[in-house]
């Protein structure tokens, strides 16, 4: 079934490549025919690949179908169709029978010695058994009967196969197309199931049982059949048999009359189904619906004894064919253009009676014609586009080095001067920085002032800021004091602040921050709700300092008059900052950076020594102690946050002349970013390290993502308030082209947008600063190394192929 599907891919594709107009019922039937041949006669009948006589044939037979709606007494009363029916009836059967002939020759050389048999086998051995045959025997004969018997029974499964299949597939295309959100959501479960970027067909050939994981496709299928069934069935009348009317309760005789159990209409009745008959709603058939679903309404394959022997069959045929080439295809019908279809020799084009009468049903153009099967109008005129599928073998996973600059550059950090720029002296730039700049006590962030939009042709569907909250205070505020009279006074800096903690500033510059991204986000772009609903959803971590942040951002975006519900995580195994074990990603960061003696780590450490001397004898810190001296941590945070405060740089209790000079701060900052860089980009085993531990908080915004894009939630804005070591390992994960220290309110925004019209493709700006982010990784910065306008497949690509779907590699990676 699979290499039926993939030939079938290659006939699509050469569509594509010719950007035709064709009949997508002449396709799919070449595909249902396959199918069958193969399964029941383990025949190919390579009508996908060449122009196979049999199939020619079978739709030639359709051909002289009568018209069921005709009047016209020489339509009905054709002379010729009898001579033409049997002049292609025996056509088939001489094809049918050579199939036989062979099949019955090989068989015993072949057939017993695989374990899957196709039907005409288990049919071919059943008959030895059953004519006293001995079924090694090399010399079995096949009388005439049984001959006669099996062709009409392959032919019988030929014809009821066939096109009753093939004109569901075209359905589902269609009926998808009309509904975007549908098709979103089954793209997304065959990402699901076969991981985004990746094509279904060698898993499917590895494993064929992942096809029943495909539940929601499955869905779509029986939401199609019950609208647009191709079939139903038919029952002989008889002296004694009744039809009871369900209102008057009269009993209706049957004998010499045909009952039909119209599928259509019992799929299509509003007293079965409730008034939302007639919308495509597959939820319907989810297993959590089951309830809902009337008892024996849904019968496109009827029931009891005669009903279908090969719904099996086409169900996973359909399923095979629509994994196979929803993600790879956008398909729509094309009845503006059906004029240019007139003369391509179908069927339809031969037979004018198709464009006459009524040329809607239900408001569907689509509509079907009985030509044996229920078939879709003039065989579904289509047109196709190929999507862009990336393999996540295309997408690049490696780690890509970070650019050079004095950031990564240790001579230039240690011996250097000033800061290169970088701010550190407030939440306000001086006069003449442009805002962008690197600013530690204020980062910059998404403003109207600099916003760029994207042009009008993408519309924003989706976004997800993350930014780190500041030091920084809540109304009341700590005043930390130490009491000489406590004898556990621990030596160190004297100040006012203790780690961590909100300043009102810090909590100024949250409120700020809340109030320019609605400022972009609503009133420039009119993307986010006026008032706070479930469209716009906050999260915070473990730390209450998140929480701080978020109460007073939140202000600043909607000042609402009742609580809001912040999102949080239960500690231990918390993403978001990350909490969750992952023991292996500790041990790989210690084993490189903070805390390791590898040489590449303790260069600048060592290089650094009259520094770490000058401010210990400054701050009273035990020149053994290794907290304060594995990294620069602790100086960086001391430094910083007192010049953010406009507090003066440090000097000793014991000798008030000597203080850390601001140059020595500068070096101090300098250092900071290296290290930031080394830990989270330079080094190669950064990105190993940052995916086990942030892991999990990509892999939960790439399912963000994908329910966005598909219209799963009704959330549009989901805004994550973290911390530095969350911001760090993220752009990490992102391989920023240049790593900094996170600052303060730092921010990192994931913009979708959805390209306008026909296909709804999904497309990623990442923002950090306000700026779109520059990736060194040449899958994600593709526009001049900006993560600009990415299709989100590739995005998605990457993140599955790092973490693995659900986080499963990150879980591995932890357990290693
Ligand atoms: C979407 C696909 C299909 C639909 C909707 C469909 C529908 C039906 C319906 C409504 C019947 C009449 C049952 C009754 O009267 O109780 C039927 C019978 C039958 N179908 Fe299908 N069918 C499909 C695909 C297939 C396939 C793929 C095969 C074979 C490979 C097949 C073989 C048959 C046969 C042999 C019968 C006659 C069964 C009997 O009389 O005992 N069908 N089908």
Request: glycine letters at 6%; hydrophobic letters at 35%.
């Amino acid at each position: 079934m699979v290499e039926c599907a993939e030939a079938f891919v290659k006939i699509l594709d050469r569509h594509v490549l010719k950007d035709d107009l064709f009949r997508m019922e002449e396709e799919t039937t070449k595909i249902s025919i396959d199918v069958i041949g193969r399964v029941v006669c383990d025949h190919d009948f390579k009508t996908l690949t060449t122009d196979n006589e049999f199939m020619r044939t079978m739709r030639n037979t359709l051909a002289w179908m009568p018209d069921v709606q005709s009047i016209n007494p020489w339509h009905r009363n054709h002379p010729l169709r009898p001579i033409m029916w049997k002049y292609y009836k025996r056509k088939m059967d001489k094809y049918i029978g050579r199939v036989l002939d062979e099949r019955f020759t090989v068989r015993n050389a072949e057939a017993r010695k695989t374990k899957v048999k196709a039907g005409i086998d288990l049919a071919l051995e059943e008959y030895v058994k059953e004519s006293g045959q001995n079924v090694d025997s090399q010399n079995i004969q096949m009388d005439a009967e049984f001959r006669r018997f099996a062709i009409d029974n392959l032919l019988i499964l030929l014809f009821a196969g066939h096109d009753t299949t093939a004109s569901t597939i075209c359905y589902c295309y269609h009926l998808l197309y009309k509904h975007p959100e549908a098709l979103a959501k089954v793209r997304r479960e065959l990402d699901e199931v076969f991981g985004a970027g990746t094509s279904a067909t060698q898993q499917l050939k590895d494993n064929p049982y992942l096809v029943n994981k495909l539940e929601y496709t499955l869905a779509v299928i029986k939401e199609v059949l019950r609208l647009w069934p191709p079939a139903s069935g038919v029952r002989q009348g008889k002296k004694g048999y009744f039809v009871k009317d369900p209102v008057s309760g009269e009993m209706l005789p049957t004998e010499g009359m045909n009952v039909w159990t119209t599928s259509m209409c019992l799929g299509r009745s509003a007293k079965l189904w409730g008034p939302d008959v007639d919308e495509f709603k597959p939820e319907r058939f989810l297993a959590e619906n089951a309830d809902s679903v009337p008892p024996n309404a849904w019968r496109p394959f009827e029931k009891g004894p005669r009903n279908c022997i090969g719904q099996e069959l086409s169900l996973i045929e359909m399923k095979v064919v629509l994994a196979l080439t929803l993600r790879e295809f956008d398909i729509r019908v094309a009845f503006d253009e059906l004029d240019a279809l007139s003369n391509d020799g179908t069927l339809w084009a031969k037979d004018a009676s198709f464009k006459k009468g009524p040329q809607k049903v239900f408001g569907e153009e689509m509509y079907q014609i009985l030509l044996a099967a229920a078939k879709p109008r003039e065989g579904m005129p289509a047109r196709i586009a190929r999507r862009k599928m990336h393999n996540v073998s295309n997408v690049d996973l490696g780690w890509y080095a970070p650019k050079n600059s004095w950031i990564n550059d240790l001579g230039r950090v240690v011996n250097g001067t000033g800061t290169n720029g970088f701010q550190f002296n407030g939440s306000q730039l001086p006069d003449r920085v442009e805002y962008g700049v690197y600013n530690w006590c204020n980062m910059p962030h998404v403003r109207k002032e600099e916003y760029v939009k994207v042009s009008q042709e993408f519309e924003l569907v989706y976004l997800e800021p993350l930014n780190p909250s500041g030091n920084v205070s809540a109304p009341t505020y700590w005043s930390v004091y130490t009491n000489p009279t406590n004898p556990f006074v621990q030596s160190g800096f004297n100040g006012s602040c203790q780690f961590p903690q909100i300043t009102r500033e810090g909590l100024g510059d949250s409120w700020q921050h809340g109030k320019d991204l609605y400022g972009v986000y609503h009133d420039l772009l009119n993307f986010l709700p006026s008032n706070m609903s479930e469209k716009v959803s906050y999260r915070v971590t473990n730390n209450v300092i998140t929480s701080q942040v978020a109460g007073i951002l939140i202000d600043g975006m909607y000042t609402p008059s009742t609580s809001v519900p912040l999102r949080i995580q239960p500690t231990n195994v918390d993403s978001l900052e990350p909490q969750y074990p992952c023991p292996k990603s500790t041990s790989m960061y210690s084993s490189y950076g903070i805390g390791s003696s590898a040489p590449e780590w303790t260069a600048h450490l060592t290089a650094a020594k009259p520094l770490f001397n000058s401010l210990d004898a400054v701050s009273g810190i035990a020149s053994d102690s290794t907290d304060w001296h594995k990294s620069f941590d602790h100086y960086y945070d001391n430094l910083s946050a007192r010049q953010c405060h406009a507090k003066p740089l440090p000097c000793s209790i014991n000798d008030t002349s000597n203080c850390v000079s601001q140059e020595m701060a500068d070096t101090v900052y300098r250092l900071g970013q290296y290290e930031y860089s080394f830990i989270y980009r330079d080094s190669p085993q950064s990105l190993q390290a940052a995916v086990g531990s942030y892991g999990v908080f990509l892999a939960e915004l790439a399912d963000n993502i994908r329910a966005a894009v598909s219209s799963q939630s009704p959330v549009l804005y989901r805004h994550n308030i973290a911390h530095d070591g969350s911001v760090s390992r993220l752009l990490s994960i992102l391989q920023i082209e240049q790593m900094v220290w996170v600052g303060m309110g730092s921010e990192v925004v994931f913009e979708i947008y959805r390209k306008r019209g026909y296909g709804g493709k999904n497309f990623i700006r990442i923002l950090w600063g306000g700026q779109v982010l520059r990736s060194s990784n040449p899958s994600l910065g593709t526009v001049n190394g900006k993560v600009d306008l990415l299709d989100v497949d590739i995005f998605l690509a990457y993140i599955d192929g790092l973490v693995g779907f659900r986080a499963g590699k990150v879980v591995d990676f932890c357990k290693s």
